[in-house]
Every structure is written in C-alpha cells, then in structure tokens.
C-alpha cells in the first residue's frame, strides 16, 4: 500500500498570498496518478487535479498541480477567501488500494 | 446534469444490519468505476473499495475486505454499501464518488450519508 504524506499540517496565510502544499508518497506513483481534492466544512470532497497537473473542469487557472515519482505539489497561486479548507492528495489506478493523505488545513491568518 | 444522490442518515445499534445507496443520473451507470470513502468525525479521507457496475469487478482494501460489501443494480443505476453487523466504530459518514475516466480520480462526489452507530 502506497502511504502518502502531506506537510504541512496546516498552513495560515492571508489572502492574495501563495500556497503552497506538499504531497509525498512512500513509493514511486505511477504514470503520476495522483490528483488533490479540496474539502470545506460539511461538504463533500471536490477534484481539483488530477494526473498529477491537469485541472478538473470549472477549476480557476490559479490552481496547479506538479511533481512526479514520490514528490508533488499543489499550489495556489493568489489565495482568495473561498480557497481557504482542507486538501488531500490521493494515489489511485495501480492495484488497490487507492490512498489519500491525511490532508492540509489551510486556515487564514 | 451528472449527480449522485447518497440515501438519508442512519441511527443504528451495533449488531445491526444495513445497505446505504448511491444513485446515479445524468450518465450511464456501467460505464464508470464508483467508488467508496470513509470519513470518521473529524477525521481525513479513507478509500474503502470500488466497483464497475459494468460487469460487478469490485476492489476492496485491505482494511475493509470483509468488512463491508460494495454492489451495484445496473437497472436502477444504483451502487450499495453494506454492512452485515454493525460497530460504533463503523460511525462515519460515507461518501460514494464516480471516476473520472477508467479508474482514476473522484470527479462527481455524492453528498455524503451519515451512519451513526450507538447502543
């Protein structure tokens, strides 16, 4: 089973600054299946990106995605009120399991 | 529109029985891996098995096989999760979710049944 880890734990910054979080996966990921999800209070999980760097429809461009092998990174490039929740990398499409960190809180400043 | 509709929450005692559901609209049922996920209070995000209405090709990790079943009936574009005995420990809400392409990320995510176990 694939473990990912995500750092930071959480992260406090203010609007208009960048995010940056990280993913980091116990063993190489394959064909960069890894994709971020985004979570804010007592709503389901919404795709970001997946394989690794390509948004999901509707995303906004300041949203991206990058890395490949055990490393990769969502950033957020401007920081608006909305983006502020939780986030979670996850594995997926080799044999099961598939694998989710244990997230990101990014929380105002 | 494409959407998933989860069934309502859930009270149950423990050595209880239950089947949640999932229903698709919007796109055809068989033709998308369906995925379910875990979320203990308070907690991240846990993959708990998948399934292929197409065919029933159903995965499981290793931290649910035999815990839960996951199903699917074609002709009411509906996937289950089942437990045959309940624990407080199975307190959580549960999320279906279809694959975006082939297996691959959640793209269409229901909007989650709350499953509350207590004696």
């Known amino acids: 089973e694939i473990v990912l880890t995500q750092s930071p734990g959480t992260l406090s910054l203010s609007p208009g600054e960048r995010a940056t979080l990280s993913c980091r996966a116990s063993q190489s990921v394959s064909s960069s299946y890894l994709a971020w999800y985004q979570q804010k209070p007592g709503q389901a999980p919404r795709l970001l990106i997946y394989g690794a760097s390509s948004r999901a429809t509707g995303i906004p461009d300041r949203f991206s995605g990058s890395g490949s092998g055990t490393d990769f990174t969502l950033t957020i490039s401007r920081l608006e009120p909305e983006d502020f929740a939780v986030y979670y990398c996850?594995?997926?499409?080799?044999?099961?399991?598939?694998?989710f960190g244990q997230g990101t809180k990014l929380e105002i400043k | 529109e494409v959407q998933l509709v989860q069934s309502g929450a859930y009270v149950k005692k423990p050595g209880e029985s239950l089947k949640i559901s999932c229903k698709a609209s919007g796109y055809s049922l068989t033709s998308y891996w369906i995925g379910w996920v875990r979320q203990m209070p308070g907690k991240g995000l846990e993959w708990m098995g998948i399934i292929y209405p197409g065919d029933s090709d159903t995965r499981y990790s290793p931290s649910f096989q035999g815990q839960v079943t996951i199903s699917a009936d074609k002709s009411i574009s509906t996937a289950y999760l089942q437990w045959s005995s309940l624990k407080a420990s199975d307190t959580a809400m549960y999320y279906c979710?279809?694959?975006?392409?082939?297996?691959?990320?959640?793209?269409?995510w229901g909007q989650g049944t709350m499953v509350t176990v207590s004696s």
């Open positions: 996850q594995q997926y499409g080799s044999s099961p399991p598939d694998t």
């Open positions: 979710a279809k694959s975006l392409r082939g297996w691959s990320a959640f793209d269409i």
